[in-house]
């Protein structure tokens, strides 16, 4: 970098054009501790995955499975409870309809290398013609109450959990039955009935019904290489629910109601070449966890059942309550939500060499934790998703977003045409079991941070009754990507900078600032396009 003279003079002459390489990939191999074992080979560096489509997860990577065989029909958790911890059971290919959530006993194994697939769902064939709608009775359970809250608060139906497929297609729910149009449907649940808009005869319709496909009975259980989609998962709850030590590799895990996967009280356990997608509320949750690895998953199209966007658990990663372990070398996109959340108590953890894309809020949040690491992430597109609660102040925040944490490094990541850069916001956010929380010891450096156009913005902001004490934030060391040297790109509580003006704030003294079109390729890599003089 620069020395502060040199870059003042930078700053003044606005003709400074910086070309800048790949971010490195880390230098240092996963490599296991006396907790945790993971999957990836020892020798081999998590890095930042491809978004060309060329990112490998899923079943096609389970290796070959030997075992006993559970076929389609048969009734997988009365099979599973019968035999003793230990036991490897090999799926065989097509569709297993999951009736009872199957627990594994110490050490079993669930596997496939057949693509079988694992249902929640129930098939609909009964169907009658309704004043041109079709209807199913019979098929609903009673009522039951409201958990989490919707993007849309008026028709307020994103927590109930029966969905139906239409041919393997996602239908729309409505609100009432006078909305049932082509594409949607519409649940009764005081009459105990279905209707769609669509003519059934001649199509598969599939209502799910199962809420959980599998979940802890015991520790170091494997699960892989197998399909899990269309169970309809309570909002915060998981279709695949990790305990301690579980492997949970190469599966495909989709179209369900609420969370993917979810680790809980999972010490240890790791989640790793997966891909999670098109869940109705989260892809991957965290809660309660020691040392767990969230590595190398595709997590993308997640809250396809309209939660709060901008502000209730739903998108792509979401960690609460944890400590140490880390979320590293995922790729992460368009989940209609935070892109990889962490939030409430989350300590020790680090956030490493992910690709978030196109998330349509914050791409990485970092909210009321404490002594976080964010490192070598590429972060591009985030936060312009629009509706109840969505903005584009850095109160809102931006591709990276930090909120009442305290001892937080970001560094060495490229943060680039996000809603705003990188936004610190302090908060009155109460108590906790740390004591009161506060925004302390915030520490930006060597990040590439690219702000064009509109209100764009990095910076810090904070309420009357959470001001931030002088020191506690420091950004320096950075490159800037500007649109213009003269543009307010910059923010201190309430008052907006131009870079000149910022660094005689006292932020980013030796920081680069530059005008530039930055281009973000697939795999992570930043160059910067000279202004046209």
Same mark, same amino acid.
């Given at each position: 970098m620069k020395t502060a003279d040199a870059v003042l003079a930078i700053v003044a002459a606005g003709t400074l054009v910086v070309a800048l390489g790949p971010l490195p990939a880390s230098s240092t191999p996963y490599v296991a501790d006396d907790l945790i074992s993971g999957l990836l080979p020892d020798d081999e560096p998590i890095a930042i995955p491809p978004a060309d489509g060329s990112f490998r997860a899923g079943p096609a990577l389970a290796p070959a499975c030997t075992g006993v065989a559970i076929e389609p029909g048969e009734d997988a958790a009365e099979v599973v409870? @019968?035999?003793?911890?230990?036991?490897?059971f090999c799926f065989t290919s097509g569709l297993h309809r999951i009736t009872e959530t199957i627990h594994p006993k110490a050490n079993q194994v669930l596997a496939s290398d057949e693509g079988a697939v694992?249902?929640?769902?129930?098939?609909?064939?009964?169907?009658?013609?309704?004043?041109?709608?079709? #209807?199913?009775?019979?098929?609903? *359970?009673? !009522?039951? @109450?409201?958990?989490?809250? =919707?993007?849309? %608060?008026?028709? %307020?139906? =994103?927590?109930?959990?029966?969905?139906?497929f239409y041919d393997g297609k996602h239908l729309t729910r409505v609100a009432t039955h006078d909305k049932v149009a082509s594409g949607t449907f519409y649940a009764d649940y005081t009459a105990n009935a279905v209707y769609i808009g669509d003519n059934p005869a001649g199509h598969a319709l599939e209502l799910s019904r199962t809420p959980t496909a599998i979940e802890p009975g015991a520790n170091n259980v494997t699960v892989?290489?197998?399909?899990?989609?269309?169970?309809?998962?309570? *909002?915060?709850?998981g279709v695949l629910v990790l305990g301690p030590g579980w492997k949970v590799y190469a599966n495909d895990i989709r179209w369900n109601h609420a969370v993917g996967a979810m +680790? #809980?009280? !999972?010490?240890?356990?790791?989640?790793?070449?997966?891909?999670?997608?098109?869940?109705?509320? +989260?892809g991957v949750g965290q809660y309660s966890t020691i040392r767990g690895l969230i590595q190398a998953n595709e997590v993308s199209d997640n809250?396809?059942?309209?939660?709060?966007?901008?502000?209730?658990?739903?998108?792509?990663?979401?960690?609460?309550?944890?400590?140490?372990?880390?979320?590293?070398?995922?790729?992460?996109?368009?989940?209609?939500?935070?892109?990889?959340?962490?939030? @409430?108590? %989350?300590e020790n953890r680090t956030f490493s060499n992910n690709q978030i894309i196109g998330n349509a809020a914050d791409g990485i949040r970092y909210e009321i934790g404490r002594n976080g690491v964010i490192e070598d992430n590429a972060i591009s597109g985030n936060g312009f998703g629009t509706g109840r609660g969505s903005g584009r102040s850095l109160w809102d925040g931006g591709g990276i977003n930090v909120n009442t944490s305290s001892n937080v490094r970001i560094r060495d990541n490229v943060v680039a045409n996000n809603v705003n850069g990188i936004s610190i916001q302090s908060r009155t956010r109460g108590s906790g079991p740390w004591g009161q929380n506060v925004l302390r010891d915030i520490v930006v450096s060597s990040n590439r941070v690219t702000m064009r156009g509109g209100t764009t913005a990095t910076g810090m902001v904070q309420n009357s009754g959470a001001a931030i004490p002088a020191g506690?934030?420091?950004?320096?060391d950075n490159v800037y990507i500007l649109d213009s040297l003269a543009a307010e790109r910059f923010q201190k509580t309430g008052e907006w900078f131009t870079a000149k003006q910022w660094r005689q704030t006292g932020q980013d003294r030796t920081s680069v600032f530059t005008i530039g079109k930055a281009v973000l390729d697939a795999a992570g890599v930043l160059t910067i396009v000279p202004a046209e003089r």
């Open positions: 409870a @019968a035999w003793p911890p230990g036991t490897t694992l249902t929640g769902s129930v098939r609909l064939t009964r169907w009658t013609p309704s004043n041109g709608d079709w #209807v199913a009775t019979g098929v609903l *359970p009673p !009522a039951y @109450a409201k958990t989490g809250q =919707c993007e849309d %608060d008026q028709a %307020d139906i =994103c927590h109930l959990r029966e969905q139906v892989r290489g197998l399909t899990i989609e269309h169970f309809a998962t309570p *909002p915060q709850a +680790l #809980v009280n !999972a010490d240890g356990a790791v989640l790793e070449k997966n891909r999670i997608h098109h869940n109705g509320q +989260l809250n396809t059942d309209g939660f709060w966007i901008a502000d209730w658990e739903s998108g792509g990663i979401k960690t609460t309550w944890s400590s140490g372990g880390s979320v590293s070398g995922n790729l992460i996109q368009d989940n209609r939500g935070v892109g990889l959340w962490s939030d @409430a108590y %989350d506690e934030v420091t950004l320096d």
